[in-house]
């Protein structure tokens, strides 16, 4: 197949159904910012099977190892110039932190070197240096930096090994693509959300697919405390609360249409004349998993991803899929199918009986909850979720929400909401930036292209010299060259996974345990 040169920045045709990839192509970077900036040669022709009609599942290879690839030792630095060196756990920090451990390992006899790490430009937040890092040596195994790395912390420092092919620079690195599309032109069935006998639970997608009688499925949504994290909305009915202003993609008629946006949530209590916000849906009380909550949270209330936030006093509603409540401390309210209180409890931990739901509280709200309540008295409960743009949400019965992020794509163009999503870390210390917006890492995506067909998209890492992961502007990239209209990053990492009829799991997951159990799906039914 001739060589054919595709550009990002000009339209993209989304390949023909069952259609290969050219065999090479050129992306462009975003905001001028050269991630996929050079010619990325297929390394082997594409695969492309039939699922069943209307479903279809393109195997890819992109890039190949080259000399430039090695294995490295990264020396981690103190958050404070005085800080200690043997415990130290930044992975990146201002240049003079970096300079002055640089100094101190030459004293040590090892010949450090520190190197810039930028951050591409957001669609909310510019390029800049994101800071600097200290490295030892180029390897040809893993094996040859842990000696060193043993070495290294012998002598007082603190670090780990790093493969640089994985560093999210380098335009060539070996990658493993997975795309299903699914054409309901052709394909009669649906694309929804599922999860296990119970929220608070996880399980392997291989097992609510084989369950479901499911022809494909990927893993869709965070999970903390074994459940998911984030607005989600099942069939029209709000099971978690929202990460205020953080993306999320609706899915209604049966996976026919997506829409990519921002999303809020308001659970409104009143009890009488007075009235209370509901902190939460579906999640242990006092503890908020990428922030963004409301009332009082710390240190925020602007969404982090991957970071606990905390509140002394909350309240938050359990519905009855929920499964066994947490037990503990303070008060909560039984609330049958009707709203009505049918018991008010000096502790936490109540069944939810079916059709109703129970309002925990602890702290502050415990005592608002136990003076505003009693037994035989109707409450009402009031739900509002908003778009992006202010405009009510209509939960009907085919609406699915999973707020995940960032966005990727939206109506055709690069959209990364990285500062808003809270990628970008708020303080000094960008260790987890680098680490998990900057890095190559596992990818899982969810987009429609614009022929109307929904992609369900997996990329391999962290697999030296196999597939080493995205960055998630190059992720952005990837889903526009795919032809997506719109798109929107899933759960990654070790939870990246995608399943389909006749070949099961269609990619290598990261974990050295294989496949991991997921608070929730997305599966494509017949």
């Known amino acids: 197949m ?21 065999q090479s192509y050129t992306v462009a970077g975003v905001s001028d910012t050269p991630f996929f900036g050079q010619s990325l040669p297929l390394s082997a022709p594409s695969v492309t099977t039939t699922v069943t009609p209307g479903v279809t599942l393109t195997s890819m290879s992109l890039g190949a190892k080259d000399a430039d690839d090695y294995w490295t030792v990264q020396v981690y630095l103190p958050a404070t110039i005085d ?33 810039q790490v930028d951050s591409p430009a957001y669609a909310d937040h510019p390029a800049g ?89 990927i893993n869709a949504q965070w999970f903390y ?60 009380p006092g503890e908020i998993w990428n922030c963004g909550g409301v009332g009082g949270d710390l240190p925020t209330e602007k969404p982090q991803h991957d970071l606990k936030c905390t509140d002394s006093s909350e309240l938050v509603q359990f519905t009855p899929e929920w499964g066994a409540t947490p037990t503990g401390a303070g008060a909560e309210v039984v609330l049958d199918a009707h709203d009505k209180v049918i018991a008010v409890n000096a502790t936490r931990g109540a069944g939810v009986p079916a ?19 009693k037994v035989g008295t109707k409450l009402t409960l009031t739900e509002r979720v908003e778009d992006s743009k202010g405009r009510k949400v209509a939960l009907t019965p085919g609406t699915t929400i999973l707020q995940v992020g960032p966005a990727l ?32 890492n596992p990818r899982s995506m969810i987009g429609m292209d614009d022929q109307g067909r929904l992609m369900l998209v997996v990329v391999d890492g962290r697999q030296a010299g196999y597939s080493e992961g995205l960055g998630i502007a190059q992720t952005a990239e990837l889903m526009k060259l795919l032809g997506a209209r719109e798109a929107m990053n899933l759960d990654g990492g070790g939870s990246s996974v995608m399943v389909a009829s006749g070949a099961g799991i269609v990619n290598r997951p990261s974990d050295a345990t294989g496949e991991r159990s997921l608070g929730n799906v997305l599966l494509v039914r017949p």
């Open 83 to 115: 800080g200690p060196l043997n415990v130290a756990d930044t992975a990146l920090g201002p240049k003079k932190i970096a300079d002055q451990v640089a100094q101190a390992l030459r004293s040590k006899g090892f010949d450090p070197r520190t190197e």
């Open 409 to 440: 794509v939206r109506d055709g163009k690069v959209s990364v909401n990285a500062a808003a999503d809270g990628l970008i870390r708020e303080g000094e210390d960008q260790t987890f930036t680098y680490n998990w917006a900057v890095r190559g």
């Open 225 to 284: 405390n074994s459940a998911p994290g984030g607005l989600f909305v099942k069939d029209g009915k709000l099971l978690g609360a929202a990460t205020q202003g953080r993306a999320g993609v609706k899915i209604t008629h049966g996976g026919r249409a997506v829409d990519v946006d921002t999303y809020t949530a308001h659970v409104t209590l009143r009890a009488g004349r007075d009235t209370i916000e509901i902190d939460g849906v579906n999640r242990v």
């Open 129 to 217: 240096t994101l800071g600097w890092i200290v490295r030892i040596g180029q390897y040809a195994t893993s094996g040859d930096a842990s000696a060193m790395l043993s070495k290294l912390r012998a002598a007082g420092f603190a670090g780990g090994t790093r493969y640089t092919a994985q560093d999210g620079t380098d335009a060539t690195a070996p990658q493993k693509v997975h795309v299903l599309r699914v054409d309901f032109r052709e394909f009669g069935g649906t694309v929804g959300t599922d999860f296990g006998p119970t929220l608070n639970g996880t399980e392997k997608l291989t097992d609510l697919a084989a369950a479901a009688g499911a022809v494909a499925g």
């Open 355 to 373: 059709g109703g739901s129970t309002i925990q509280a602890i702290g502050d709200s415990a005592d608002w909850l136990l003076e505003h309540t």
């Open 2 to 22: 001739a060589a054919v040169a595709t550009v990002l920045t000009a339209a993209v045709a989304a390949p023909a159904a069952g259609a290969a990839l050219p």
